[in-house]
């Protein structure tokens, strides 16, 4: 009964880490697209999604910034004559292409 519970066990944390959430991390993501600060990729923990952070000045994309995200969830605001966009998502490397 203990080896077929471990089996068991291991299947399942096998199939835990095979699925789990992929995100891109950048700290700082310039207006031509490239990261300069931070790049590689996050495994998204219990509670998190991958998140983008896009600044706009004057409706012009100033920098993004990505990363897992606990709690994430969609906004827009509006502060010092800049716009914060949030965006949130749970599929493999989604963070990048938003």
Known sequence: MDKY???????????????SL?????HLRTKT?????????CV???NETCM???IYRDSILQL??????KFCRDLTFHLNNQ?????CCN???CNFQI
Do not use: P, W
């Open 5 to 19: 519970f471990l089996l068991v066990f291991s299947l399942l944390c096998f199939f835990e880490a095979v699925t």
């Open 22 to 26: 992929r995100c891109i991390t950048c």
């Open 33 to 41: 697209d490239r990261c300069r600060r931070g790049f590689r990729v």
């Open 44 to 46: 998204a923990q219990k």
């Open 52 to 54: 983008m952070l896009k």
């Open 64 to 69: 993004s910034y990505l990363v897992c995200q």
């Open 83 to 87: 716009t914060y966009v949030h965006k």
């Open 91 to 93: 599929h493999n490397y």
